[in-house]
């Protein structure tokens, strides 16, 4: 020892005080560690955890066996490699424990995260000791073989966290899986498993990232801090299934990259599983023939695993898909895996032949598309017959006539086609029966008869026929209710609206004072002026009624004052979903304002949670006088504090030199596990730019759907 410390007298000082002063610093994070907020620029440094990790559990390994076969050293050497390998492994040992728990403060709670956590410390300690006590031999091998069980103790319970509480006898207990038959939950056989080998490594009781657990139908059902993983009968706005449709490089995208990832069948099975219902109980047995979730396990899983790619067509660039995407019109990627896009409009009144037309670029690729109440005429039909590759076409409430679908008959793929609410009749049967791909046609609430019905099931034996509920004559059933025609619910006074029902026939009376609407309230007849009368919204509200039918309930619409419209918005930072979904700048602005049964879809809100929201208003041309700015945001569900820290409005005539105007404290603001508006008034101003930034607080998400200005 001797010889060793005098040859190492300038080292070895050096060690031990940067020992000293990082198990210092281990034990203020351990003693303050409910008081801490880690910033976003040192967590980096925190999920460098497992790559350090190493070191020390092999250095540790590496003493014992020095240990146990010292006799075969002579002391000198053994002395000298010995505590060379101490002071190496105490250090790799606390910058490990140090990195690990901050790791451990971005959220991840559990019991087995518990257990790893104090294990850890209590090596980086115990290592520790082993250096002051090194001269106490007894002392030392105790530690030594203390410090070896925890380590092999504390790895198991971190693989554990990372790869599930029984990744060490999965080969196992799998193999002992009683075999699935056709009578096993379609869930049990074949989703769960899915998720068990893609999700629920970081999914878990022990490691539930976003407060997530993936492990079972329970757990699954109470969502996560970012609302439900799925809604069932809707995979379109299901959460699991936007975070797997996300870029791979996307920091979103579900499982992260480098993670197994979800193929294009898994995909698929999940979302025609979420579509019929998401019902953990539903069985393979139980399944009609003609329901497509059965078609898909008995193709797809019942014959084996192999992945079947479905599309031989090139992928699109995303640029594209970004460009395509607006307010009227959304543009999907099917999923990461696949080239095949999925294409809806929207808006009635707004619709225009281009909304469809540029589609053009991507014709090759769309293999879905939703026209649903726009109002086409036989051109669009015949743009429709040009996407070669289309499987699936929704044209319900629209106006196509009988011979408009003779343009289909190009569609040599169409699979299924919905005509509900048209006025087509049995006359379309001829060219219905050209199109040779068709297995589904949905012709409910159409001019067609149960005689017509009966010879469409006759004349095209490879397709089924969707009729629609058909119902008891002698029993009244509720109708359901009035809907808003277009999205759009932030107006300025004099603007008109639409209201419309799915079944023909239908009366539609309506309030505008927020009474209860019955019989005797006014009848709807065409689109309805509002007069917002200096209010900030207004209210509609309106019952559906029928012959032979019950009323439906009351439905109520709330219009929002639009307020003064800036010339153009910019959004500097785009937001962590939202860059994917549509720009922030875009949704900020499109005139709808969504309520809380919309808020955790990514495509109606811009989220923020590393930078903040900023957000620049050019009122340059119309320079109009702004005393008020309305900023409509909300957090997830059992957010621990608000979303915002503050809210700032800045004033500019140059867009270089701003003006604080206001700034809003929020930081103990409660309630907003939903949508909020929030308002900054200021004394009037006449600028021609505004800033309005919103900092995110580092437990949260800050989601911002609207920005008013008044």
């Known amino acids: 020892m001797i010889f060793w410390h005098k040859s190492m007298k300038k080292s070895v000082p050096f060690f031990l005080n940067t020992l000293f002063f990082l198990h210092i610093f281990l034990a203020f994070l351990v003693v ?3 008081y801490l907020e880690i910033p976003f620029w040192l967590q980096p440094l925190g999920r460098m955890h497992p790559l350090l990790l190493h070191f020390p559990v092999a250095f540790i390994a590496l003493m014992v066996l020095l240990n146990l076969f010292r006799k075969q050293i002579d002391t000198t050497s053994f002395e000298k490699i010995n505590y060379f390998l101490l002071l190496l492994t105490a250090f790799t040992t606390v910058l490990a424990t140090i990195m690990g728990l901050l790791l451990s403060l971005e959220g991840y709670e559990s019991e087995l995260m518990t257990l790893h956590k104090w294990i850890g410390i209590g090596i980086s300690f115990a290592v520790y000791a082993m250096v002051l006590t090194y001269l106490h031999k007894k002392v030392y091998q105790i530690l030594l073989y203390t410090s070896f069980v925890g380590v092999v103790f504390g790895g198991h319970f971190g693989a554990g966290l990372t790869h599930g509480s029984h990744f060490l006898m999965e080969p196992i207990t799998s193999a002992a899986v009683k075999k699935m038959d056709e009578n096993t939950p379609i869930y049990t056989a074949y989703v769960a498993p899915i998720l068990e080998k893609k999700c629920t490594s970081c999914h878990n009781p022990q490691k539930s990232k976003g407060e997530l657990d993936l492990t079972n139908a329970e757990s699954i059902t109470r969502g996560g801090e970012n609302g439900e993983v799925w809604l069932a009968h809707n995979p379109e706005e299901s959460l699991l299934l936007q ?6 490089e996307h920091e979103e995208h579900m499982p992260p990259e480098g993670k197994l990832q979800l193929t294009s069948r898994e995909i698929e099975l999940i979302e025609s599983w979420i579509a019929h219902g998401a019902d953990t109980e539903i069985s393979y047995a139980l399944l009609k023939n003609e329901d497509r979730l059965k078609q898909l396990v ?27 995407n607006n307010p009227y019109r959304t543009v999907v990627q099917k999923s990461p895996t696949s080239p095949a896009i999925e294409v809806t409009i929207y808006g009635r009144s707004s619709y225009k032949a281009e909304f469809l037309t540029d589609l053009a670029k991507i014709k090759e690729q769309v293999i879905y598309l939703n026209l649903a109440n726009l ?28 011979e408009a679908l003779a343009a289909l008959v190009a569609n040599t793929k169409l699979q299924s086609l919905s005509l509900a609410g048209t006025s087509v009749d049995i006359a379309a049967l001829k060219y219905l029966k050209e199109i040779k791909s068709l297995k589904e046609l949905f012709v409910w609430n159409t001019q067609m008869s149960d005689a017509d019905i009966s010879q469409l099931v006759k004349e095209l034996p490879s397709a089924t026929i969707n009729e629609g509920y058909i119902p008891d004559p002698e029993e009244k059933m509720n109708l359901t209710p009035p809907t808003l025609i277009g999205e759009r619910n932030i107006i300025k006074s004099g603007d008109r609206i639409s209201l419309g029902h799915k079944m023909n026939g239908v009366s539609i009376r309506y309030t505008l004072d927020e009474t209860e609407p019955n019989e005797k309230s006014e009848l709807y007849k065409s689109e309805i002026t509002m007069d917002l009368q200096g209010e900030r919204s207004k209210t509609v509200r309106a019952i559906a009624y029928k012959d032979n039918w019950l009323p439906s309930e009351v439905s109520t619409f709330i219009f929002y004052d639009k307020g003064l419209v800036p010339d153009g918005l910019e959004v500097v930072h785009p937001g962590i979903l939202s860059s994917y979904t549509g720009e922030a700048a875009r949704i900020l602005n499109d005139g709808a304002k969504y309520d809380a049964n919309t808020y955790y879809y990514s495509k109606f809100y811009a989220s923020f949670n590393s930078k903040p929201l900023i957000a620049i208003a050019d009122f340059s041309k119309s320079n109009p006088k702004i005393k008020e700015v309305v900023l409509s945001c909300g957090i997830p569900r059992r957010a621990k504090k608000s979303s915002l820290k503050y809210v700032e409005i800045w004033s500019s005539n140059n867009k270089e030199n701003w003006t604080l105007l206001k700034k809003l404290n929020l930081a103990t603001e409660l309630n907003m596990d939903k949508l909020k508006d929030i308002s900054v ?30």
């Open 32 to 34: 303050f560690e409910s």
């Open 243 to 248: 975070r797997v449709a996300l870029p791979l």
């Open 681 to 710: 008034k200021f004394p009037e101003s006449t600028a021609k730019y505004y800033k309005v930034v919103g900092q995110p607080n580092t437990e949260s998400t800050l989601r911002v759907n609207q920005l008013f200005f008044y």
């Open 298 to 324: 008995a193709e797809n899983w019942l014959k084996g695993d192999s992945e079947k790619e479905a599309y031989t067509f090139d992928f699109v660039d995303t640029k594209l898909i970004d460009d395509l």
């Open 375 to 402: 109002p086409l005429d036989d051109n669009s039909l015949k743009f429709v017959g040009e996407l070669k590759n289309l499987e699936h076409l929704v044209l319900n409430f629209t106006e196509v006539t009988n």
